[in-house]
C-alpha cells in the first residue's frame, strides 16, 4: 500500500510564504501524477494544483491561485512539494496531497485516489 505524508504546515503572517512537501511511499512515484488539495472549515475540498509524471512535467493550477503556489517534485526523493508565496488569510486550511494511478494521463480531480492524512496551514492577518 502506499504511504503519503504531508509535511511543513504551520502558522504565518499574511504575506509570508510556507513550502510544503509530501513523501510518498514505494517505488513506482515517478509514474503517478501528484496533486495538492485544501480543505478549509465548512468548505468542500478545493483542488489547487497537480504535476504529472512524464518526464515533461506538465503543472496545471487553480485559476484562483495561478501565480502565487508552484508545485514540483523530485522523483529521486518521492517527493512532491507546493511552494506557497503571499499567503492571505483565505489561505488557512488543511492541505492534502494526492495521487493517481500510474501513468495517468490528464488532471481530472476525480482520479486522484490516494490522500496523506493532511498538514494544517493557518495564515494570520
Known amino acids: 500500500q502506499v504511504h503519503l505524508v504531508e509535511s511543513g504546515g504551520g502558522l504565518v503572517q499574511a504575506g509570508g510564504s510556507l513550502r510544503l512537501s509530501c513523501a510518498v511511499s514505494?517505488?513506482?512515484?515517478?509514474?503517478?501524477?501528484m496533486g495538492w488539495f485544501r480543505q478549509a472549515p465548512g468548505r468542500d475540498r478545493e483542488f489547487v494544483a497537480a504535476?504529472?509524471?512524464?518526464?515533461?512535467?506538465?503543472?496545471y493550477y487553480s485559476d484562483s491561485l495561478k501565480g502565487r503556489f508552484t508545485i514540483s517534485r523530485d522523483n529521486a526523493k518521492n517527493t512532491v512539494y507546493l511552494q506557497m508565496d503571499s499567503l492571505v488569510p483565505e489561505d488557512t486550511a488543511v492541505y492534502y496531497c494526492?495521487?493517481?494511478?500510474?501513468?495517468?494521463?490528464?488532471?481530472?480531480?476525480?482520479?486522484?485516489?490516494?490522500w496523506g492524512q493532511g498538514t494544517q496551514v493557518t495564515v494570520s492577518s
Open positions: 494526492a495521487r493517481t494511478a500510474e501513468y495517468y494521463y490528464g488532471f481530472k480531480v476525480d482520479a486522484f485516489h490516494s
Open positions: 514505494g517505488r513506482t512515484f515517478s509514474t503517478y501524477t
Open positions: 504535476i504529472s509524471w512524464t518526464g515533461l512535467g506538465n503543472t
